[in-house]
């Protein structure tokens, strides 16, 4: 978020699908080209580069080829149907997001059931009638345009919105007036990985844009020299001035934030190099003052979190490895004249904001969410009340703002709103979703586990409260385990469908995610990624020795980083699972950072540019390292064709060079999605359909069919 094969498809390109009776699966042909690369003076093989050309006409016959085959092995589950027909029922419930206010109004989404897009309303009070202000679903007849992100002016008479069609990072903004729903002209095109933030004025807003890439290139090409620009209300965008850009460094991503009082543009830095960041800002108040670089060094990590008048507060890591809050007075901006305001603790600080003349801070104790509250001096106040363990987000709003709203979610748990009352320090439900499954009968435990140089990792198990210790129940295991990233208790729709058919989901939280802080995250990066497969595998070794499952009735997930992790563990022990489900994976760690963003994912994977981290990457890039003759578990890749933030090459190849190693009957499958990306705004239905497939193939693999 899977072995028996009841009948198989012969295919050629070109050819027609003929569906034998019995025996093993016969693939497409995927030609094994002679291309081979020379890295620091060693030659590595890359048969499948031309699966590299998209749109070529060989690799375009290969996908449906592929497709024809997977989904000839799908349709013929009997319980796939079943499955889709619940998950369909399970999907159809109300569910809300956070409310924001601006201008005296009320902003938020709502589903009402099988929408494929949420719907953003406003209202003029929380009791009041609500009205769409935008429907997504209105903008494509297959759903496949999503909102990428929105911004309402202070005044609330503007809403900046962006849009992505077919899963694309790439995004359209727009401008539509709040009073009557009309868009206005404005059109501000290839915008990628940017929000809009207006100015205090609502006259414009500051956002980020790449220069437009060559016809044919949008999916491929390298995303550099990302630059800052203003976008003026009623102006087309050709006459946008250009704030801030860095020729001299194309790999750095800027993104523009307006402080609440208006007066600075706070520019926040990364690069691929490194996890840490940079902070700049520049005074609104005088048109021609110059960007100053008030934290240049990339030293380590900063966020930041509002202002004081010219005191700036930073959430960061310096000298913390699990997070502060810091004071620093830009008029003496000197190391020595910081001020600490909240100190570290001892779990980690994942996010700050202001509201109601005090701080909201959100930690992670042992993955799971504590809110506490400080006053703008630093003295703790109390602790908002969770309802049990989850995680709990949310909390935006204004300095002068008496209330705020936040949302709380657990993996049998649907995400609930609440409204925060700041003075009494009392919440009350905004919205809270009704679903048509009985969480009564399940529960969610913790558990720690030693992985394998000792390290105490934790795990979350979920599960119906009369599982027996038998060895017998089917599990899957998911992981990620990268970038920082938390994988904190979650609610969702398709897992419960796994749980009602008696199975176990069980989720690590292995190094490299930022669950303890960046002590944490950076023991599963670069020379030390492998940590996070011993960890993964760890977890694994704990379910069956635990006699929760059996390496038979053992399935493993993960998706992007979370996928690169599957393909990873499943080249070092095949022996150890029944079935995987890499998602979108990154799989070809010597060429990642040739494609779109890829070059920003360095900080974590390190480079194969670089002879001694080259080394490391060969030693367990999944594509590089799948072995002629073994039999490995049931698989099916999963990816989409319009994906460009992980290439999708990376599971054509992949999946290619499993299917040309497979030495056993068990399947190896790729499900290639249409008309979608990298999985955020992808639509209600494709969803479900995905869902669907995805747990027929598991109860079809892990012996679950009749359940």
Same mark, same amino acid.
């Given at each position: 978020?899977?072995?028996?094969?009841?009948?198989?498809?012969?295919?050629?390109?070109?050819?027609?699908?003929?569906?034998?009776?019995?025996?093993?699966?016969?693939?497409?042909?995927?030609?094994?080209?002679?291309?081979?690369?020379?890295?620091?003076?060693?030659?590595?093989?890359?048969?499948?580069?031309?699966?590299?050309?998209?749109?070529?006409?060989?690799?375009?016959?290969?996908?449906?080829?592929?497709?024809?085959? =997977?989904?000839?092995?799908?349709?013929?589950?009997?319980?796939?149907?079943?499955?889709?027909?619940?998950? +369909?029922?399970?999907?159809?419930?109300?569910?809300?997001?956070?409310?924001?206010?601006?201008?005296?109004?009320?902003?938020?989404?709502?589903?009402?059931?099988?929408?494929?897009?949420?719907?953003?309303?406003?209202?003029?009070?929380? =009791?009041?009638?609500?009205?769409?202000?935008?429907?997504?679903? #209105?903008?494509?007849?297959?759903?496949?345009?999503?909102?990428?992100?929105?911004?309402?002016?202070?005044?609330?008479?503007?809403?900046?919105?962006?849009? %992505?069609? %077919?899963?694309?990072?790439?995004?359209?903004?727009?401008?539509?007036?709040?009073?009557?729903?009309?868009?206005?002209?404005?059109?501000?095109?290839?915008?990628?990985?940017?929000?809009?933030?207006?100015?205090?004025?609502?006259?414009?807003?500051?956002?980020?844009?790449?220069?437009?890439?060559?016809?044919?290139?949008?999916?491929?090409?390298?995303?550099?020299?990302?630059?800052?620009?203003?976008? !003026?209300?009623? +102006?087309?965008?050709?006459?946008?001035?250009?704030?801030?850009?860095?020729?001299?460094?194309?790999?750095?991503?800027? &993104?523009? =934030?307006?402080?609440?009082?208006?007066?600075?543009?706070?520019?926040?830095?990364?690069?691929?190099?490194?996890?840490?960041?940079?902070?700049?800002?520049?005074?609104?108040?005088?048109?021609?003052?110059?960007?100053?670089?008030?934290?240049?060094?990339?030293?380590?990590?900063?966020?930041?979190?509002?202002?004081?008048?010219?005191?700036?507060?930073?959430?960061?890591?310096? $000298?913390?490895?699990?997070?502060?809050?810091?004071?620093?007075?830009?008029?003496?901006? #000197?190391?020595?004249?910081?001020?600490?305001?909240?100190?570290?603790?001892?779990?980690?600080?994942?996010?700050? &904001?202001?509201?109601? $003349?005090?701080?909201?801070?959100?930690?992670?104790?042992?993955?799971?969410?504590?809110?506490?509250?400080?006053?703008?001096?630093? !003295? %703790?106040?109390?602790?908002?009340?969770?309802?049990?363990?989850?995680?709990?987000?949310?909390?935006?709003? !204004?300095?002068?703002?008496?209330?705020?709203?936040?949302?709380?979610?657990?993996?049998?748990?649907?995400?609930?709103?609440?409204?925060?009352?700041?003075?009494?320090?009392?919440?009350?439900?905004?919205?809270?979703?009704?679903?048509?499954?009985? #969480?009564?009968?399940?529960?969610?435990?913790?558990?720690?586990?030693?992985?394998?140089?000792?390290?105490?990792?934790?795990?979350?198990?979920?599960?119906?409260?009369?599982?027996?210790?038998?060895?017998?129940?089917?599990?899957?295991?998911?992981?990620?385990?990268?970038?920082?990233?938390?994988?904190?208790?979650?609610?969702?729709?398709?897992?419960?469908?796994?749980?009602?058919?008696?199975?176990?989901?069980?989720?690590?939280?292995?190094?490299?995610?930022?669950?303890?802080? $960046?002590?944490?995250?950076?023991?599963?990066?670069?020379?030390?990624?492998?940590?996070?497969?011993?960890?993964?595998?760890?977890?694994?070794?704990?379910?069956?020795?635990?006699?929760?499952?059996?390496?038979?009735?053992?399935?493993?997930?993960?998706?992007?980083?979370?996928?690169?992790?599957?393909?990873?563990?499943?080249?070092?022990?095949?022996?150890?699972?029944?079935? #995987?489900?890499?998602?979108?994976?990154?799989?070809?760690?010597?060429?990642?950072?040739?494609? =779109?963003?890829?070059?920003?994912?360095?900080?974590?994977?390190?480079?194969?540019?670089?002879? &001694?981290?080259?080394?490391?990457?060969?030693?367990?890039?999944?594509?590089?390292?799948?072995?002629?003759?073994?039999?490995?578990?049931?698989?099916?890749?999963?990816?989409?064709?319009?994906?460009?933030?992980?290439?999708?090459?990376?599971?054509?190849?992949?999946?290619?060079?499993?299917?040309?190693?497979?030495?056993?009957?068990?399947?190896?499958?790729?499900?290639? $999605?249409?008309?979608?990306?990298?999985?955020?705004?992808?639509?209600?239905?494709?969803?479900?359909?995905?869902?669907?497939?995805?747990?027929?193939?598991?109860?079809?693999?892990?012996?679950?069919?009749? !359940?």
């Amino acid at each position: 978020m899977p072995h028996r094969v009841a009948a198989a498809a012969v295919l050629t390109l070109g050819a027609s699908v003929t569906v034998m009776a019995a025996g093993p699966l016969h693939y497409p042909a995927a030609r094994r080209g002679d291309h081979v690369d020379t890295y620091h003076g060693v030659a590595v093989a890359d048969p499948y580069r031309w699966l590299e050309e998209l749109d070529s006409t060989e690799t375009r016959a290969w996908v449906g080829a592929q497709n024809r085959v =997977t989904f000839s092995y799908l349709e013929k589950i009997e319980s796939r149907i079943p499955i889709r027909e619940r998950l +369909t029922a399970l999907w159809n419930y109300e569910r809300y997001g956070v409310p924001a206010r601006e201008g005296g109004r009320y902003f938020f989404t709502r589903n009402d059931g099988l929408q494929n897009q949420a719907v953003l309303y406003t209202a003029s009070s929380l =009791t009041g009638e609500a009205r769409v202000l935008l429907d997504p679903n #209105a903008l494509s007849v297959d759903g496949t345009v999503a909102l990428a992100g929105t911004a309402v002016s202070e005044d609330g008479r503007h809403l900046a919105y962006g849009v %992505a069609e %077919a899963g694309s990072d790439w995004n359209t903004w727009r401008v539509r007036r709040v009073d009557t729903g009309a868009d206005l002209p404005d059109t501000l095109r290839w915008v990628k990985f940017s929000g809009a933030s207006w100015t205090k004025d609502g006259q414009g807003f500051f956002y980020s844009r790449y220069a437009e890439p060559k016809p044919g290139a949008e999916l491929k090409n390298v995303n550099l020299d990302q630059k800052i620009y203003y976008h !003026k209300l009623g +102006t087309p965008q050709a006459e946008d001035a250009l704030v801030y850009e860095r020729k001299d460094q194309p790999e750095w991503l800027l &993104s523009g =934030t307006v402080t609440e009082d208006g007066r600075y543009l706070v520019i926040g830095v990364a690069q691929g190099k490194t996890v840490n960041t940079a902070l700049f800002y520049k005074d609104l108040a005088t048109p021609s003052a110059p960007v100053v670089e008030l934290l240049p060094r990339f030293d380590a990590q900063y966020g930041f979190v509002g202002n004081d008048g010219p005191v700036f507060w930073v959430q960061a890591d310096l $000298e913390a490895p699990r997070g502060r809050v810091i004071a620093i007075d830009t008029r003496k901006p #000197a190391r020595k004249d910081w001020v600490e305001v909240i100190p570290e603790s001892g779990d980690a600080l994942q996010g700050v &904001s202001v509201v109601g $003349e005090r701080f909201f801070a959100a930690y992670l104790e042992d993955a799971r969410s504590r809110i506490r509250t400080f006053d703008l001096g630093g !003295k %703790a106040l109390a602790e908002v009340e969770l309802p049990g363990i989850g995680s709990a987000g949310g909390f935006g709003g !204004k300095r002068a703002d008496t209330e705020t709203f936040f949302y709380f979610t657990s993996y049998t748990v649907p995400t609930t709103v609440y409204r925060y009352d700041v003075k009494t320090g009392k919440s009350s439900v905004f919205r809270e979703p009704k679903v048509d499954f009985d #969480a009564a009968g399940y529960v969610t435990r913790q558990v720690f586990y030693p992985s394998k140089d000792g390290t105490r990792v934790p795990m979350f198990l979920t599960h119906r409260k009369e599982l027996k210790l038998d060895g017998s129940n089917p599990t899957l295991l998911y992981g990620y385990g990268g970038f920082n990233i938390s994988l904190t208790p979650a609610f969702s729709i398709a897992n419960l469908v796994w749980l009602e058919r008696g199975g176990v989901y069980a989720v690590a939280n292995l190094r490299g995610g930022g669950e303890y802080g $960046e002590e944490w995250h950076q023991a599963g990066t670069r020379l030390r990624k492998q940590n996070v497969f011993d960890d993964f595998i760890a977890a694994a070794e704990w379910l069956v020795a635990s006699k929760v499952t059996s390496p038979k009735r053992l399935a493993i997930e993960g998706g992007s980083n979370g996928g690169l992790l599957v393909g990873a563990v499943l080249n070092q022990r095949p022996d150890l699972f029944g079935a #995987a489900i890499p998602a979108v994976g990154v799989m070809d760690m010597l060429r990642f950072h040739k494609f =779109t963003i890829g070059w920003a994912w360095v900080s974590d994977y390190g480079s194969s540019d670089d002879p &001694s981290e080259w080394i490391a990457l060969r030693a367990y890039s999944p594509y590089h390292n799948v072995k002629k003759g073994a039999c490995y578990p049931p698989t099916l890749v999963t990816t989409a064709d319009h994906h460009d933030r992980v290439f999708p090459a990376h599971s054509f190849k992949y999946a290619a060079a499993l299917q040309n190693a497979q030495a056993c009957d068990h399947p190896m499958l790729i499900r290639i $999605e249409t008309r979608a990306g990298h999985g955020a705004g992808k639509p209600t239905a494709k969803i479900i359909d995905e869902a669907a497939d995805v747990w027929a193939f598991l109860v079809r693999t892990l012996g679950m069919e009749g !359940k």
